[in-house]
Each structure stands twice: as structure tokens, then as C-alpha cells.
């Protein structure tokens, strides 16, 4: 079966600093793979999405970035973190879609980012 | 005209009154999901309409697509405390099959 594992589940750091946060999912191949910030208001936010290896899309300009050096890996980064970029990072992966039909999307375990 | 509207934003019932929420967009959609996610948890898938005027029924849950395919709604009846969250529409988004666009939710609370 697949798994989604997202780390770490928490995360403090100070504004300016960078961060890399991971997602690496397994028992499946050619993923699509999606990083969203869920900020209080409880809404889903699209970041990035990735079709296959080295395709990175960004739905948002902001001072993060995304990157899937392998299959089933995919990371988020920032070289220096603002006070707006605290949140609930959240990673999914859904099955490379069939022509016609969104597949639905599973979720990682989320990663609680405070900046302070 | 990508985005789905759900209504309410919050609903707080007593364990066994039902409860519905509603998502609705201006445009037609190819097919609606439905996720959970609980406090402090992650969203969960929980279904997808694709036809329209369909109608999904999971134990307690009930899901339905617009005949118009443009709204959704989720209905579960006699609540009880495991289903206190947040139930998330989401629709195909910028024309693709791989992009979601999410809903806002509507957190539900019941009191036992």
C-alpha cells in the first residue's frame, strides 16, 4: 500500500533563517506531488505542484521554492524565512490522472512551521 | 471562476441532530471531492461525484452533485462526536486533472 511521510511534524525558526522541509512517499511511481499551506482560516493553498521529476510548478510568487530530485521525493525550501511564511505545511501525492477524471489526493501528517 | 463557495463557515450541533453543508461554484464542474480533516489533523478524501445528479451514500454520509453540476452537498445524519471536523469541497482547477482548488470548509462541532 502507499505511505506519505512528511518531517518534521514541527518546526521552530527564527525570521531570516532558511528551511527545508521533506516528503517522500512510497509503494508507487510517477506521483503527482503537491505542497499546500494551510494557514488559520483553515483554507487549502496550493504552493507547488510536480508532474514528474525536475517539473516544478508554482502557483504563488513568494520566497519559497520547491524541488523533486527523485520520484518520490519532493521539498520545500526558503533561503530566508518571513514572519508570514508560519502555517501548516501539508504534502499529497494522487496517482498520475487519467484524462478526464482529478484522482483524489492523499495527504502527509502536515509539518507545524512557527517563525518567530 | 475557479473558486467554490461553502456554506456555512461553522456549524455546531447537539450528537444526533444532522447536519449539511453546502459548496457551490458559478461554473460548471467536471467533478467535486469531499475531504475531512479533523482537529489537528490532515485532510482525508472522502468522495468524488462525477455525474451529474449523482448521489453518494457512505454509512451516515450523504453526497450529492447538483443536477446542474455546478453545486454539492454533504449531509450527514444523526451526528455524533467522530464527526467533528472540517469538510472540505474541492473542484478541478485551472482546467486540469491534477490541480484541486479547495473550499474554505465548514467546521462542525457537535456537543455530546
Known amino acids: 500500500s502507499q505511505t506519505i511521510h512528511q518531517w518534521p511534524a514541527t518546526l521552530v525558526q527564527p525570521v531570516g533563517s532558511p528551511l527545508s522541509l521533506e516528503c517522500t512517499v512510497e509503494?508507487?511511481?510517477?506521483?503527482?506531488l503537491y505542497w499546500y499551506r494551510q494557514a488559520a482560516g483553515r483554507g487549502l493553498q496550493l504552493l507547488f505542484y510536480?508532474?514528474?521529476?525536475?517539473?516544478i510548478s508554482s502557483e504563488v510568487p513568494q520566497n519559497l521554492s520547491a524541488s523533486r530530485p527523485q520520484d518520490r521525493q519532493f521539498i520545500l525550501s526558503s533561503k530566508k524565512l518571513l514572519l508570514s511564511d508560519s502555517g501548516f505545511y501539508l504534502c499529497?501525492?494522487?496517482?498520475?490522472?487519467?484524462?478526464?477524471?482529478?484522482?483524489?489526493?492523499?495527504f502527509g501528517d502536515g509539518t507545524r512551521l512557527s517563525i518567530l | 471562476g475557479q473558486q467554490v463557495m461553502q456554506i456555512p463557515q461553522y456549524q455546531h450541533v447537539q450528537e444526533g441532530e444532522d447536519f449539511t453543508t453546502y459548496c457551490n461554484s458559478s461554473?460548471?464542474?467536471?467533478?467535486i471531492q469531499w475531504y475531512k480533516q479533523r482537529p489537528g489533523g490532515h485532510p482525508v478524501f472522502l468522495i468524488q461525484?462525477?455525474?451529474?445528479?449523482e448521489v453518494k451514500k457512505q454509512k451516515r454520509l450523504t453526497f450529492q452533485f447538483g443536477e446542474a453540476k455546478k453545486n454539492s452537498s454533504l449531509h450527514i445524519t444523526a451526528t455524533q462526536t467522530t464527526d467533528v471536523g472540517t469538510y472540505f469541497c474541492?473542484?478541478?482547477?485551472?482546467?486540469?486533472?491534477?490541480?484541486?482548488?479547495f473550499g474554505k470548509g465548514t467546521l462542525l462541532t457537535v456537543n455530546p
Open positions: 499529497a501525492w494522487s496517482v498520475s490522472s487519467g484524462k478526464f477524471s482529478n484522482q483524489p489526493q492523499h
Open positions: 509503494g508507487t511511481s510517477n506521483p503527482n
Open positions: 510536480s508532474v514528474g521529476i525536475g517539473q
Open positions: 461554473t460548471t464542474l467536471s467533478n
Open positions: 461525484l462525477v455525474k451529474s445528479g
Open positions: 474541492a473542484r478541478n482547477s485551472g482546467g486540469s486533472n491534477y490541480k484541486l482548488t
